[in-house]
Structures are given as structure tokens and as C-alpha cells.
């Protein structure tokens, strides 16, 4: 079946610009989640979905970072007046939605900021 | 917050040797501890999680313990192959939905 998949798989963009990346998580599962892995570092929570609520958005660094979810399934990840320290590839996973289940990932999107 | 290390950041072994990952964690009240594969360009693939109600979990060549007391649990992976080479992250969960990862350990199989 079909896996989590994210939107672009690739994003250069000039410091100060706004991005959107996107993501499709597994059909059925109700919990969305996104991290950050910078180079060389491992992963770093950034916002959890229960439907189209957040009830965990604790991980977001600044107010420049923000996420939605429409109809319980496709979020968006949006990174206004980007800075080059926001360059990092931007993972997304998905999993049922009861405590402690297992997280499938998509290959993440490489945010590359000139 | 929960803080988990993970050791060693590189290991190298022969094919057929076995190679065991160490992580410990902070929060006494992480209940939730997976293992993840990454091969380069790809993302986070699990291969192996434990709850916290349990002390030890095997699927074929991998195993995985969990010492609650030492909050301590490691990835053992048995008769290793050249495909096994990858970079392997530990993670802990006390909310039951968000992880913290470890750095991950990056793992060479030589034939």
C-alpha cells in the first residue's frame, strides 16, 4: 500500500521567502507528525496531529514556523521570512491514532535556503 | 524534557559479527522506545519498538532489551550483512506520541 508521501521531495529558496512543504499521510491513520533533521543530527520534534487538532506543537522554533491539517489528512508545513539556519530536511510520519504506535516516515523534503 | 543518548556514533564490524547500540534515557516515565533505519536519501524506516511492559523483543536477526531500573535499552543485530549498513536512531516516548531521537550510529558491514 501506499506509504507517507512529501511534497517537494526538493525546495532551494533565497532567505526571506515563504515555503509550504506538504505531506499525505497513510490512509487511516488519524496521528501526523513532523521533525526536522539538520546534518548530521538526529531528529528533532517539531509538531504532532490528532485529526486535524495539535494537541503538541511544543517543537516549533519560532512563530515563523507553522502547520495545519485539513480533513485529517494532508498537512502543510509552512517556514515564513526563511533564515539560513532553517536549512534541514523536514521529515513527516504517520501512525494510528492510540499512544505509542509506530511512526512511518516519508523520505522528507531537503530545504535548502540560499 | 527527555534527553536520550546514543552510543557509539560509528561501529564497524565484519559480515557475520553481531553489533549492539547502547541508549539511555532521562525521562522515567518513557514508556515507548522504536528503532529506526536510514539509508542515505531516505527516510526513518522502523525495524524494531518495545514497551515499556516488556523487557526483551526478537525478530530474526535483530533483538532489543529494555532495563527500566538503568533506563537503558540496546539494538543487537546478529549475523550481520553488507545491507545492514545504514545509520540506526534510537528514540524514546513519555507522551505516547511524540519521539526524541538519539544522534544515531552510523553502521559499516564489511564483507
Known amino acids: 500500500g501506499a506509504g507517507v508521501s512529501q511534497s517537494p521531495s526538493n525546495k532551494v529558496t533565497e532567505k526571506g521567502k515563504d515555503v509550504e512543504l506538504r505531506c499525505d499521510p497513510i490512509s487511516g491513520h488519524t496521528a501526523l507528525y513532523w521533525y526536522r533533521q539538520s546534518l548530521g543530527q538526529g531528529l528533532e520534534f517539531l509538531i504532532y496531529?490528532?485529526?486535524?487538532?495539535?494537541?503538541?506543537k511544543s517543537g516549533l522554533p519560532s512563530d515563523r514556523f507553522s502547520a495545519e491539517r485539513t480533513g485529517g489528512s494532508v498537512s502543510t508545513l509552512t517556514i515564513q521570512r526563511t533564515q539560513q539556519e532553517d536549512s534541514a530536511v523536514y521529515l513527516c510520519?504517520?501512525?494510528?491514532?492510540?499512544?505509542?504506535?509506530?511512526?512511518?516516515f516519508g523520505d522528507g523534503t531537503r530545504l535548502s535556503i540560499l | 524534557g527527555e534527553n536520550v543518548e546514543q552510543h557509539p556514533s560509528t561501529l564497524s564490524v565484519q559480515e557475520g559479527d553481531s553489533a549492539v547500540i547502547k541508549c539511555t534515557y532521562s525521562d522515567s516515565a518513557s514508556n515507548y522506545f522504536p528503532w529506526y533505519k536510514q539509508e542515505l536519501g531516505k527516510g526513518p524506516q522502523l525495524i524494531i519498538d518495545i514497551r515499556s511492559n516488556v523487557g526483551e523483543k526478537k525478530d530474526q536477526r535483530i533483538a532489543v532489551t529494555l532495563n527500566k531500573t538503568a533506563k537503558h535499552f540496546s539494538l543487537h543485530i546478529t549475523e550481520t550483512q553488507p545491507e545492514d549498513s545504514a545509520v540506526y536512531f534510537c528514540a524514546a516516548s513519555h507522551s505516547g506520541y511524540a519521539l526524541n531521537f538519539g544522534k544515531g550510529t552510523s553502521l559499516l558491514v564489511t564483507p
Open positions: 510520519a504517520s501512525s494510528l491514532g492510540y499512544s505509542n504506535q509506530p511512526q512511518h
Open positions: 496531529f490528532q485529526g486535524n487538532s495539535a494537541p503538541d
